[in-house]
């Protein structure tokens, strides 16, 4: 906890209130996990999808 509190500290959000800080960590949350649903559904079913590039 200690090394979450400095890596907070010396980041932008570092002197903002309270309640920014819990915004933008719950954002950044949000974010990483959904990235992570999508990368295990991928891994998971990635094989049957057709991916297709072009227009």
């Avoid at 920014?20 to 949350?29: A, D, E, N, P, Q």
């Avoid at 990483?32 to 297709?52: D, V």
Wanted: glycine share 8%.
């Amino acid at each position: 906890m200690k090394i979450i509190k400095e890596i907070i500290g010396n980041s932008a959000i570092g002197n903002s209130p309270y309640i920014l800080k819990t915004i933008v960590l719950s954002i950044f949350t949000t974010i990483f996990f959904t990235l992570c649903i999508m990368l295990s559904i991928l891994i998971r079913f990635g094989s049957s999808t057709a991916i297709q590039f072009g227009y």
